[in-house]
């Protein structure tokens, strides 16, 4: 069993940057590929980005490449969600998952997060 709980988000201006975090419990943490999802107010959730149990694999949605980088402490059962140069179109509710490998299908996911607001302001 794992629990995961998101952190970081708020209001930014477009342009700016916020790291949202991802804090798991579970001494089985280290095991788990762990992936960021978003979901804007009237459209469906979406995959951002993923990473693999060591941290060695990663995957971006196309729409973030280059601006958002997805990175994992074991020691400390977190992962991060650098975000920079971000746009309006980067406002959702962002979403931590752990599942037992690194995939960018949301329904292979186990654990989920409750979300956390991000808003960019123009």
């Known amino acids: 069993q794992v629990q995961v709980v998101e952190s970081g988000g708020g209001l930014v201006q477009a342009g700016g940057s916020l790291r949202l975090s991802c804090a798991a419990s579970?001494?089985?943490?280290?095991?788990?590929?762990m992936g960021w999802f978003r979901q804007a107010p009237g459209k469906e959730r979406e995959f951002v980005a993923a990473?693999?149990?060591?941290?060695?694999?990663?995957r971006y949605a196309d729409s973030v490449k280059g601006r958002l980088t997805v990175s994992r402490d074991n020691a400390n059962n977190t992962v991060y969600l650098q975000m920079n140069s971000l746009k309006r179109e980067d406002t959702a509710v962002y979403y931590c998952?752990?599942?037992?490998?690194?995939?960018?299908?949301?329904?292979?996911?186990?654990?989920w997060g409750q979300g956390t607001q991000v808003t960019v302001s123009s």
């Open positions: 998952a752990a599942g037992s490998y690194l995939t960018t299908i949301a329904n292979d996911y186990n654990y």
């Open positions: 990473i693999s149990w060591s941290g060695a694999s990663i």
């Open positions: 579970g001494r089985t943490f280290s095991s788990y590929g």
